[in-house]
């Protein structure tokens, strides 16, 4: 079989409820940009009958519909990962399945990468229709994206990047994935298409609020050396605290013959030692994440290919 031009590739997590008109509406919009493309769907683990509905597909689209069924939930960007080394296209567009990025979108993408030739092309959203929540997580971690990063902090799950960007990308095999940070090692000016945004019609986000913790955390300890350098300012914060305070109850005791008594001393103690035991969690944190690469646990494993 032929390459196509596009692939599509879709992290899938219980979305019985629209996976249908995804696809359908993908479809639809192909044959009217008159390109040949590919679908690639990722069952992240889900718990409703989304994979039934999968199945159903498979029989209707087979020449272009490849899905793949992971053993467990790894997360939308372990999944999205997953569907990266299927893809074959000589342009790969990820996109979310629940209609919050309208499928007829994807022609913005396609014109915008025509117009600028850029490699890689973000989808950005008039205005977002997420929870209040969402909203204001999604507008700290950009923030925190351009300023600790290193980063332009625009970007989405809704992108159009090359074959030869998408090549580098899977030669990654990290446990913890974040597809923007990985395309950012190889490319700096991504051009931008302004696109709708569409309200959750069915169910609910997959991200709870400890799942957004989770995301950030990992985010910070893969990609960034911020815990680190928090460590050494911490530590010289905390070395010159207690040299001002040691100072101070010298004078004391050389001025005024105060009894420096065991306050001081366990203050210092408590001080210091919580300091330490911060830098020593830090530091753990960091090993355990090289224990996780030393032994190659995988981003994902593979149920069943249809």
């Known amino acids: 079989m032929d390459k196509p031009e596009y692939s599509v590739v879709i992290p ?3 979305s019985e409820m629209t996976i249908e008109k ?6 639809v919009v192909f044959g009217k940009l008159g390109f040949s493309y590919e679908i690639i769907l990722v069952d992240d683990g889900s718990k409703d009958l989304v994979w039934e509905r999968i199945q159903s597909l498979k029989k209707q689209f087979k020449p272009v519909l490849t899905a793949v069924r992971l053993n467990r939930n790894y997360g939308q960007h372990n999944a999205t990962f997953c569907g990266l080394t299927f893809a074959r296209g000589k342009w790969i567009i990820t996109m979310d399945d629940d209609l919050q990025h309208p499928p007829e979108e994807i022609a913005k993408l396609i014109d915008r990468q025509q ?8 989808g950005v959203f008039r205005e977002k229709k997420h929870s209040s929540f969402r ?22 799950s809704f992108r159009l990047i ?6 580098q990308l899977i030669q990654h095999n990290l446990n913890f994935m974040f597809i923007d940070e990985l395309l950012y090692w190889y490319t700096e000016e991504p051009a931008l298409a302004e696109v709708e945004h569409h309200s ?18 990992g985010l910070i300890i893969n990609y960034t050396n ?5 460590m050494v300012y911490g530590g010289l914060f905390a070395s010159m605290v207690t040299f001002v305070v040691a100072v101070y109850y010298i004078i004391l005791k050389i ?14 103690i408590m001080f210091s030692t919580s300091i330490i035991l911060f830098s020593l969690g830090i530091i753990g944190e960091y090993l355990s994440r090289i224990y996780l690469a030393q032994n190659k646990k995988p981003p994902y494993t593979i149920r069943k290919i249809l």
């Open 12 to 14: 899938v997590y219980n």
């Open 162 to 167: 090359s074959k030869s960007l998408n090549d």
């Open 200 to 217: 959750r019609q069915h169910a609910k986000s997959g991200y709870s609020r400890r799942k957004l913790f989770k995301l950030m955390a």
């Open 255 to 268: 001025f005024f013959n105060v009894p420096m008594g065991y306050t001081s001393i366990i203050v210092g």
């Open 135 to 156: 909203r204001l997580g999604s507008k700290v971690f950009r923030h925190s994206a351009g300023r600790y990063f290193g980063r332009p902090s625009e970007g989405s």
């Open 226 to 230: 911020v815990p680190l350098k928090l």
């Open 22 to 27: 995804v696809v359908t509406e993908i479809d």
């Open 115 to 122: 117009e600028t030739e850029a490699e890689m092309v973000y």
